[in-house]
């Protein structure tokens, strides 16, 4: 009977808190906000003297003069910016609704404005909800009162309240908006919001305005056997009785994936300890960017040593290899930091969260918490654990094959890097049908190159459509419409606008080049841009080959490339682009260059670099790995053997028929290329079909001709020599098969 009732109890307790659940999700039905706007509890009663708005303390610098197209909303006209500007405070924007309801809820949404200056970690009101971050710079006038100002509209919902939300805006102070929504019907409903700044003279002159953000939430409302929310709470009870203990289970998972949308957008503002010392190996240099950044991430520490200095990618990510010590003498781990754009270091976390830290093996690199971003630097920091012994510094992939006999490096590649990953990566895939440009047009160069400039009258208006492309040559005067900022990079001065995916076409980008960091706010909106075509993207690819094919004319269908002819690879990059592929799709790293696979002790192989990682065609790594091996490696090992770039062909026919040179030189390559093509072949959707991977390989070939830093190596041209070689005897191949 005592065993009974312990079987018994724990059973009644489980069936009455479920019910107790069921009934609390009246909670729902929320009675309107009746205030309109509220500001945080903790600062509402503070006096304003608290936030005092600081005066310039010398003129603010002056941006270079030029025609530059100034990033405005939608709707408003003159520049973004007011002048004069006292200072520009950075702030977090977070957005929380809730993804589902059930028709006769009620719910809240919250927009919020935080200041970023002493970091801040997204949280939730409601677990059920869905959070938003995103990341605005607010300016502060002379002169002027500055108020924010929040909007909803919705279609289909009943919300208050209604209209312009505004608020006045102080230095250090959050801003909160709510407000509760109630559906009138089922189905997938949509709202927008927007925050705009309002600047009103304290003197004299005109009030301004300006839109700082805006974002478009969906809400999905279920209306179960077609009733409201009351008559389904009573079917709920019944239900919770006999499915109570499958709810938890179900209850869990989805907390859990929320929060891990959460923690995802976290990030950490710390300031630098300037008494921290830097002792830098000799060839491992570090900037004074860098070592703001160093000073913060070990701010408790009392010196850091950097080790040695990767090149990560073609993102301008710097990779250093360092180790903290503490004031008492005692030294820490050994770290590899990454750095780079805050932008590209805060979708590198994400990714990490979202796609490699349940994923990947616990013995590769793991991230060591969210990025460290310093106040007024443009580039943020993240640290991840050092796979390794201490003493022995790690080796880039492409140091080691180059340093190893071809036996190691193909082993390495198909055992240390496949088996490491692919079990949680690219092995779990399933069937996608996708048109090549989706995935691939992303390792293009851009579109369009653009000079800006103030003339008005234009050839042609750009609205992201590929069809507007046609015909656009170096000369033309053309008007961007509704684009928005996708990057900005200050080192380069240059920014790249695009637009949203059309359907199943890829997105439309076009760079400014020769222009000041100022000039354009990255995720703004450019309701006008003027400029000057420099180059179209065939324009582009064609310098580029000319600067190893000198001579070569590529006006023509075919070439005659080291006394063999074959198909000219551009005129059919279009077709090939809207090409539809049977494939598959899986994790994948999305950057898989030489620089981001490190070598450690025991030839244990481990990544980095996550800026890229997504769900994508599970061909794309490999196809970009071998573009990355011929170029890098393959061109120094021709160049240390001399040999021509004619090679190249001889190689790839050994390639295609299975058949290892006796050349050592030669046979050294085919063991690289070999070994990353038998990875790819497990992975096709048809076995006895490879037209998926030979796209995928034509493209990524093509898309390497875009790097500058192929320019910079001793051996060059010869890498893009051998990335057009590759392209037009690939694309021969695929004509002549059909």
């Not at 003279?201 to 005109?206: I, K, R, T």
């Not at 990079?489 to 960091?517: C, D, E, K, M, Y």
């Not at 990353?676 to 093509?702: G, H, K, V």
Request: net charge negative; with cysteine.
């Amino acid at each position: 009977m005592k065993r009974e009732l312990r079987v018994l109890f724990p059973l009644i307790f489980v069936i009455l808190l479920m019910f107790l659940v069921g009934c609390s999700s009246g909670a729902m039905d929320r009675p309107p906000v009746t205030t309109e706007t509220e500001t945080d509890p903790g600062l509402a009663d503070l006096p304003s003297t608290q936030f005092p708005i600081p005066l310039p303390t010398e003129p603010p610098p002056t941006p270079p003069p030029g025609p530059y197209p100034t990033s405005t909303p939608p709707g408003t006209e003159g520049p973004l910016l007011p002048t004069p500007t006292a200072f520009v405070e950075e702030r977090f924007i977070e957005l929380e609704w809730p993804p589902d309801m059930r028709l006769g809820d009620s719910d809240i949404v919250r927009l919020s404005l935080i200041p970023s200056e002493d970091g801040y970690t997204p949280q939730l009101e409601f677990d059920e909800h869905e959070l938003d971050l995103d990341v605005a710079k607010i300016p502060y006038q002379v002169g002027f009162e500055a108020f924010a100002i929040a909007r909803m509209n919705a279609v289909g919902l009943d919300f208050s309240p209604r209209g312009d939300q505004q608020q006045r805006l102080l230095e250090g102070q959050v801003l909160n908006w709510r407000w509760s929504i109630a559906p009138e019907n089922a189905g997938r409903h949509r709202l927008s919001l927007q925050l705009r700044i309002r600047w009103e003279p304290l003197g004299e002159g005109n009030t301004e305005e300006v839109n700082i953000w805006d974002s478009g939430i969906e809400v999905q409302v279920t209306a179960p056997l077609g009733i409201g929310a009351p008559q389904a709470r009573m079917l709920g009870v019944v239900g919770l009785l006999v499915g109570g203990a499958m709810a938890l289970p179900l209850a869990e998972f989805a907390t859990r994936r929320r929060l891990e949308r959460a923690r995802a957008s976290k990030v950490r503002r710390l300031k630098p300890n300037l008494d921290l010392e830097l002792d830098v190996a000799p060839g491992a240099y570090v900037s004074n960017e860098e070592k703001i950044l160093l000073q913060a991430l070990y701010h408790r520490y009392d010196r850091v040593t950097v080790e040695t200095r990767y090149s990560s990618g073609y993102s301008g990510a710097r990779t250093l290899l360092v180790q903290p010590s503490r004031k008492d003498g005692r030294t820490d781990a050994y770290a590899i930091v990454k750095i780079g754009s805050a932008r590209e270091i805060q979708s590198e976390y994400s990714n990490y969260e979202s796609f490699v830290r349940h994923t990947l093996p616990p013995i590769t690199g793991r991230v060591q918490g969210p990025p460290v971003l310093v106040s007024g630097e443009p580039d943020a920091a993240l640290e991840y654990t050092f796979v390794g012994m201490p003493g022995v510094i790690p080796k880039s992939l492409k140091d080691f094959v180059l340093n190893s006999e071809v036996g190691e490096s193909k082993l390495l590649i198909e055992k240390g890097l496949f088996n490491t990953f692919g079990t949680g990566w690219w092995l779990q895939r399933v069937p996608y049908t996708f048109r090549s440009g989706i995935e691939y047009d992303r390792l293009l160069p851009v579109h369009v190159v653009l000079e800006a400039a103030t003339e008005k009258r234009t050839r042609r208006t750009l609205t992201g459509k590929l069809s507007e492309l046609d015909g656009l040559v170096p000369g033309d005067l053309v008007r961007l419409e509704g684009s928005f900022v996708a990057e900005v990079r200050p080192r380069r001065n240059t920014a790249t606008l695009s637009w949203s995916n059309i359907g199943l076409t890829p997105a439309v980008r076009v760079r400014f080049q020769n222009t000041p960091p100022e000039a354009f706010i990255e995720r703004a909106r450019v309701r006008n841009a003027y400029g000057r075509v420099v180059f179209t993207r065939e324009s582009l690819l064609q310098n580029e080959v000319t600067k190893a094919f000198p001579d070569l004319n590529l006006t023509g269908p075919k070439l005659n490339i080291w006394n063999r002819m074959v198909d000219n690879p551009l005129p059919h990059l279009k077709e090939i682009l809207e090409k539809r592929v049977r494939g598959t799709q899986s994790i994948i790293h999305g950057d898989l260059n030489l620089e981001n696979v490190l070598v450690g002790p025991g030839d244990l192989v481990w990544l980095i670099d996550f800026a890229s990682t997504r769900e994508g065609h599970t061909l794309f790594d490999f196809a970009r790995l071998e573009a990355e091996l011929t170029t890098q490696v393959v061109s120094e090992i021709f160049v240390r053997s001399d040999y021509g770039p004619e090679r190249m062909f001889t190689l790839f026919d050994a390639l295609e028929f299975g058949r290892a040179p006796e050349d050592q030189a030669l046979h050294q390559a085919y063991g690289l290329l070999d070994a990353t093509r038998q990875m790819a072949r497990r992975l096709l959707f048809d076995n006895e079909n490879e037209d998926e991977f030979i796209i995928s390989l034509y493209l990524a070939y093509l898309g390497t001709l875009k790097f500058s830093n192929l320019d910079e190596l001793p051996f060059a041209p010869m890498p893009k020599a051998l990335a057009f070689g590759a392209a037009a005897y690939l694309i021969t191949k695929y004509l002549h098969s059909k």
